[in-house]
């Protein structure tokens, strides 16, 4: 019944090590988010996609990657992991009426720490 | 450019007593606001938001904000602080200019309820 789902909820990994993180959301929502917070629990917006389609990339290094394979789903794929990678990710989606956003709904997150 | 300032970053009040988390924000038109709640090592819950409806908007668990445009600010409020309510509350926009969904977080503000 959850409406944004993210795995795994934590990961632990070294650096160095190619990672990935997935995201579902069953609300029927077009657009789908990836945020990051830091350690000062501060949170910036590193990737959208509507339908399947790209529309935001904010300057995050090319080693992240992120896949939507369906309007569900958006994957993180993160290669070459570093230290300043470890941070909280959350998964968002929101719907789309017209030019508006409605309904953001945040996953519970995953915490990742390289070590 | 879009932003939202937390004037605050801890707050710490006893239970029972009023609670007020103070936000300004900049746009140029009327934006989007949001307050959401993070506690601890969870996700983030939406508290309220605003939308160009009623100004005075109320939310879950007993929050109300107000939208006071010739201040350009979005104070969130409770009445009586309850042990529960502390966590990490942010302040958040969404350009109306924005054709991406994009939300943009305030710093955080950290509330504190001693007994």
């Known amino acids: 019944d959850t409406a944004v789902s993210q795995t795994p909820k934590y990961l632990v990994t070294q650096m160095g090590n190619d990672k990935s993180i997935k995201c579902e959301q069953n609300?029927?929502?077009?657009?789908m988010y990836w945020y990051k917070q830091d350690s000062k629990k501060f949170l910036k917006i590193m990737f959208s996609y509507n339908n399947k389609e790209l529309i935001i990339n904010e300057t995050v290094p090319n080693r992240f990657s992120p896949k939507s394979p369906d309007k569900a789903h958006l994957n993180l794929h993160i290669n070459s992991l570093e230290l300043g990678d470890s941070a909280v990710y959350f998964c968002?989606?929101?719907?789309?009426?017209?030019?508006?956003?409605?309904?953001?709904?945040f996953g519970s997150g995953t915490r990742l720490t390289v070590v | 450019a879009q932003s939202v300032t937390q004037l605050d970053s801890h707050v710490s009040v006893s239970e029972g007593t009023p609670v007020l988390l103070r936000c300004n924000y900049s746009?140029?038109?009327?934006?989007?606001l949001f307050w959401y709640v993070q506690h601890p090592n969870k996700g983030l819950q939406l508290l309220l938001k605003y939308t160009s409806a009623a100004t005075l908007v109320k939310g879950i668990n007993g929050f109300e904000a107000e939208f006071k445009k010739s201040e350009t600010s979005f104070h969130l409020t409770k009445p009586s602080a309850h042990m529960s309510d502390a966590a990490e509350y942010f302040c958040?926009?969404?350009?109306?200019?924005?054709?991406?969904?994009?939300?943009?977080f305030g710093q955080g503000t950290t509330l504190q309820v001693k007994p």
């Open positions: 609300l029927g929502h077009d657009t």
């Open positions: 958040v926009v969404s350009p109306p200019s924005s054709n991406t969904g994009k939300l943009i």
């Open positions: 968002a989606s929101s719907q789309v009426i017209g030019q508006a956003y409605y309904g953001y709904t």
């Open positions: 746009s140029s038109y009327s934006p989007s």
